[in-house]
């Protein structure tokens, strides 16, 4: 997003029945150049893998031209499912293909070389027999003759049956729901405790991208205010009332910056975490899915050792999203959904809810930045949010 292509360069291909895969070089006129992962003729991927995997556990390796598409099954289970396997049209940054009830297989478009999370976060909370994830069955990758490694997909067991947790919030938000949503978060956080990872950098919010950002903005358009809550005092609309309060917004947070958790320490977490990631099942049990963390971000931060509190103050904004585009009072879904959590978590609600304060601003700053430069007209939410936090008691 926001930068020209102006080259494609393919580096390697193979073909396996009608099918074939093509890893290409996008360069850009701006950055350094990225890696994508191009497929022909989707509704053959699975004959394809049916192919490519195995019978059993275990490996299967293809050599083309400059490396080899290695094909890893880890789980037994029925390969004529594969034959069945049909795209999914949805507006994502990856591609899905699904034999209902049986099984799932994504494909992750933009690559980078390493470990990818949400393979390795699966087969983790796989080995833990956490059973709010599906079961990871088999991945694909590639590995260049420069050594560098490449996941290219993975297949897990589809969850039948089951609403994404967005639709479900937005249809009819119930406390219920969200106190068992926030007990199931707690219960992921608690299977991914003693997983490895690296130090992650520090969480800091990008304020002065903002700033520019709201500046640049002011010139070219004017975001009407939705509702009082989104006016300063002076009747100033959402662009002036955000850059006034950014002073306030910095020294908040910077009294309340995360350097050392009361009740949590740094751990492997979901990373990108909101109601699209979540499925609840027909007995109102809840599924975490998508554990690659936010796509833009390097494998190393992903990779990162980072709170809790970061997932928690991910979904309490992604319930105000809910709110804002339901028009329905989330109040009560959102303090059920932290109790939930802190009885699970055996943390204190209280102090929960002091933790959250500074990774919810760095999270609506996050989304006010992200809404300025790809949806300005929603940028009224994530304002909305930083005025009120700017602004406690009023």
Known sequence: KGRTPIHVEQIDEITIGNASLSLVSLQFREGEPDLYLLTENDDFIGPLLYRALGKTVGSKSLRSKKGIFSFVTYSEFGRDDLESLKPISAEQSNSSFVAPGKIFFKIFRRLQAGAHPEEEVLRFLNEQDYQGSPELLASCRYTGDDGKT????????????????????????????????????????????????????????????????????????????????????????????????????????????????????????????????????????????????????????????????????????????????????????????????????????????????????????????????????????????LIQLANPGE
């Open 150 to 385: 490449y996941i290219l997909g993975i297949l897990e067991k589809h969850l039948p049956d089951t609403q994404n947790a967005w639709d479900v919030f937005t249809r009819e938000p119930t406390a219920e729901k969200a106190y068992e949503l926030g007990s199931e978060t707690a219960r992921m956080h608690n299977a991914l405790r003693e997983m490895d990872g690296c130090e992650a950098p520090s969480e800091k919010p990008p304020i002065e991208r903002l700033r520019g950002l709201l500046e640049q903005n002011a010139a070219r358009f004017r975001v009407g205010a939705r509702n009082d809550e989104c006016k300063s005092a002076a009747g100033n609309d959402e662009l002036t009332a955000v850059q006034a309060i950014l002073p306030r917004l910095q020294k908040i947070w910077t009294d309340t910056a995360p350097n050392k958790s009361a009740i949590f320490k740094p751990q492997r977490i979901h990373g990108d975490f909101h109601l699209g990631q979540v499925l609840m099942t027909p007995d109102a049990r809840f599924k975490m899915i998508d554990f690659e963390g936010e796509p833009t971000r390097s494998l190393e931060f992903r990779h990162g050792l980072r709170s809790p509190a970061v997932d928690v103050a991910g979904m309490i904004r992604s319930f105000a999203y809910a709110e804002a585009v339901s028009k329905k009072n989330m109040d009560n879904v959102r303090q059920a959904f932290i109790l939930g959590y802190a009885k699970t978590a055996n943390v204190s609600g209280n102090a929960l809810q002091q933790e959250l304060k500074p990774y919810i601003i760095a999270k609506a700053i996050y989304e006010a930045c992200y809404e300025l430069e790809f949806r300005p007209d929603w940028f009224w939410i994530p304002a909305r949010a």
